[in-house]
């Protein structure tokens, strides 16, 4: 399964149609948002991206009760600090904002889950943790470590991550 993995779009609805266009182009089957959304309009285009969606409540979500209305009115799927996307065989990819360290901590510790994402750092990661590979698509916005934005594409059949550059 292909699943193509965002965040930090800090409400750039622009900057994060070109990231869906773009997942979109490299099959993917699902699309992650790592959290800090930030606007009504980019949960919306979420809900529009054509296969499911899932994201979760970022520090730099000021309003999630609006996000969050938002999301369920376009069928995206919404978690407040954890949200679990099935892969298959009754295992789950999980994804967090990871402004939490705790949260984060306990995600990897537990190791009860293949793919744990992040957002919240602005940098792209992709590294192994114990039997835990943690994936942080780097930034739609005010990317760190890199000139531009970024999102990942996880293929879980091939167990492997790309960070691709967003125009």
Known sequence: ???????????????????????ARRGVEAVVHCGDVMSVECVEMLGLCGVPAYMVVGNMDRHPERLKDAAERGGVNFAWEVVEVPIGEEKYLVATHGHDADVLDTLLIGRQFPYVCHGHTHRARNERVGPVRVINPGALCHPKGSHRPTAAVLDTDCDTVEIVEVG
């Open 1 to 23: 399964m292909k699943i193509g993995i965002i965040s930090d779009s800090h409400g750039r609805a622009k900057r994060l149609r070109a990231a869906i266009d773009l997942l």
